[in-house]
């Protein structure tokens, strides 16, 4: 489904598993598009700490780009809803590398209709009993292509970074870098100002960056790396407390912000 008059949007097998959700978002008078994988019966993922996505990275632009996963229930319950972000990469071997992503349950809130601005009244949906998922791009202007190799309820989260890969070969160095957190923030601004659970994509577009730049090297100075462990480190954190997705974004905007003034002012 899409909004926009100009949006696209197609969901396809990939050739081995999985799916590929790809198109262009326009947000001129509208703004979304997003892909639904229904189930015959619904599942049980109590039990279990996080969702696990394998995905192709991201290899248009300078900022990683994000997506929504929400949880849909049976009747007319409120669904649950996170997001991820597609690291920036590239090509190996004629094939765009891989990176998987860990959603932890518990950052999972409750979102109600688009009518409703996103409240919710009534009863939120079960993790006992998820009976589809929706992926969604939101205003997010430009091309967009979502490779879903696998997504698994796992029992535990790894520790970040792991996960997160190296920024592409031709950003290995602090100019590039700059770039990157710079156009992170400036993708994380454009989806908080629309309040949650945009917010919480916002989250996951700096958070990726800043790992990112952490796992490179040459990429940031020892004091830079330290600043961005650290805010990460606390978005993350925060994430998984079930923490406010505005103030957990706004937060991490501040802090990658301040490492930009104190480390990159030259670049």
Excluded at 30 to 43: I, N
Excluded at 195 to 221: F, K, N
Excluded at 239 to 244: I, K, L, N, T
Aim: aromatic share 8%.
């Amino acid at each position: 489904r899409v909004m926009g008059g100009q949006s696209t949007g197609a969901a396809s097998l990939l050739p081995s598993t999985g799916y590929l959700f790809e198109g262009f978002l326009e947000t001129a008078g509208g703004g979304f598009a997003y892909v639904r994988l229904s189930r015959t019966s619904p599942v049980d993922i109590s039990r279990y700490a996080a969702i696990e996505v394998v995905v192709d990275v991201h290899a248009q632009g300078q900022a990683p780009l994000a997506f929504q996963l929400e949880l849909l229930g049976s009747g007319r319950s409120c669904s649950l809803v996170s997001s991820f972000a597609l690291p920036i990469g590239e090509y190996k071997n004629s094939q765009l590398a891989k990176a998987t992503l860990h959603l932890p349950l518990a950052a999972f809130q409750a979102k109600g209709p688009w009518w409703a601005g996103g409240r919710c009244w009534g009863s939120v949906t079960s993790l006992s009993s998820i009976s589809g998922i929706d992926i969604g791009n939101y205003y997010q202007r430009g091309s967009y292509r979502l490779a879903l190799h696998s997504m698994t309820a796992v029992g535990s989260v790894p520790r970040p970074p792991a996960g997160y890969p190296k920024l592409p070969s031709d950003k290995r160095n602090k100019k590039d870098a700059a770039k990157v957190l710079r156009a992170a923030l400036s993708r994380a601004k454009g989806l908080l100002v629309k309040g949650s659970p945009e917010a919480s994509m916002g989250a996951s577009v700096l958070e990726t960056a800043a790992w990112q730049v952490v796992q490179t090297d040459q990429a940031a100075s020892s004091s830079a790396k330290e600043a961005l462990i650290e805010a990460a480190t606390a978005a993350t954190k925060l994430r998984s407390e079930g923490q406010s997705p505005e103030l957990i974004a706004t937060g991490l905007q501040a802090k990658i912000e301040r490492v930009l003034r104190v480390d990159y002012a030259s670049y």
